[in-house]
């Protein structure tokens, strides 16, 4: 339910070929579970299944919801201005706290028809067609759940990600309502809304580790094992005899990093710039989603100031007094 990857070439891209990749995930998914759900709303009409509209009303969130992921796609390509000098990527995690609310309201809508169903029985028909769409949304919601993540996971996309964790919770849910209609064959009708009252405790439950995901990136958090890899591809550079302090933290589906590294404290200011340049390099191909990186070269024991070499050295000149010649 939360996948993940380790695979360092799922990050070697741009930022806009990044963007385009989630831009069309989000269409393409958009398009499948419309779909999906068109064909759930005409036979929860015909069914009156209670499970069948929670997992359409479910299905209806994520159509609300990716509209607005979108336009989060296309605002973070904009160009870095002179107020908002790391770019507008964080707006993708914005959105993922829209789609966390959208998400909360349909499981509380869903919680509601089913106690009401509880309370007021009311009786299926058409349970064959019910069965049916039960197990088509099963299966698109399932697909659409694949693509996502696969994608998601390839840009360093949360909120992609956490889509496709809720498609496939929808897969999930489809499921179950698959259980339900059996439940009414077998003359235990009360199963239905209560198939409804589990559908809505699951969305929950995949709400809250979704919307505990955004709330880290947008704290500046990184998931655990991230520094230690920034830390160990520094190392690995010959000339850096030590690594001090690393900070990493996502811009969107873009991570940004700093980290210090010790050099020899009779390394030339040229030598230096040379060191720091082959450490960024290193780090740009050992770290997934990693965009930029700042690179502080400190000089052995007994001398007094670090040097730093920024992501672009050559626009950020260096005071000639922070390294001996």
């Known amino acids: 339910m939360t996948p993940h990857s380790h695979d360092h070439t799922d990050s070697i891209q741009t930022a806009e070929e990044s963007s385009s990749i989630g831009i069309r995930a989000a269409w393409i998914s958009l398009a499948g579970m419309g779909a999906t759900a068109l064909l759930q709303i005409?036979?929860?009409?015909?069914?009156?299944?209670i499970a069948l509209l929670a997992d359409t009303v479910h299905n209806l969130g994520h159509?609300?919801?990716?509209?607005?992921?979108?336009?989060?796609?296309?605002?973070g390509r904009r160009q870095p201005t002179r107020r908002y000098s790391y770019g507008y990527r964080r707006a993708e995690d914005l959105v993922g706290l829209l789609i966390g609310l959208v998400i909360a309201l349909s499981a509380a809508l869903i919680i509601w028809e089913s106690v009401r169903a509880l309370l007021q029985p009311r009786e299926l028909t058409n349970l064959g067609w019910v069965m049916a769409a039960a197990l088509i949304g099963a299966a698109g919601n399932e697909a659409v759940a694949i693509y996502r993540?696969?994608?998601?996971?390839?840009?360093?996309?949360?909120?992609?990600?956490?889509e496709g964790q809720h498609a496939r919770t929808d897969a999930l849910t489809s499921?179950?309502?698959?259980?339900?209609?059996?439940?009414?064959?077998?003359?235990?009708?009360?199963?239905?809304p209560l198939i409804g009252l589990v559908i809505g405790a699951v969305i929950i439950a995949v709400l809250i580790a979704s919307v505990r995901t955004v709330i880290r990136r947008l704290m500046d958090g990184v998931d655990d094992g991230t520094l230690e890899r920034v830390e160990a591809a520094a190392a690995e550079v010959p000339g850096v005899t030590g690594v001090g302090e690393a900070r990493a933290r996502w811009s969107g589906h873009r991570m940004h990093a700093e980290v210090d590294i010790t050099a020899d404290s009779g390394l030339t200011l040229p030598r230096a710039h040379e060191l720091s340049a082959r450490v960024r390099e290193h780090l740009m191909r050992m770290v997934p989603h990693l965009e930029r990186v700042g690179v502080y070269v400190v000089p052995g024991a007994g001398e007094p100031a670090p040097i730093r070499e920024a992501t672009q050295p050559a626009q950020t000149p260096v005071a000639p007094h922070a390294w001996p010649h």
């Open 42 to 49: 005409v036979i929860v009409a015909l069914s009156g299944s």
């Open 63 to 75: 159509l609300a919801t990716t509209i607005p992921l979108i336009i989060a796609f296309r605002i």
């Open 149 to 162: 993540i696969r994608a998601g996971r390839r840009i360093g996309s949360a909120a992609l990600v956490a």
């Open 175 to 192: 499921l179950a309502v698959a259980i339900g209609v059996i439940g009414v064959w077998l003359g235990v009708p009360q199963l239905d």
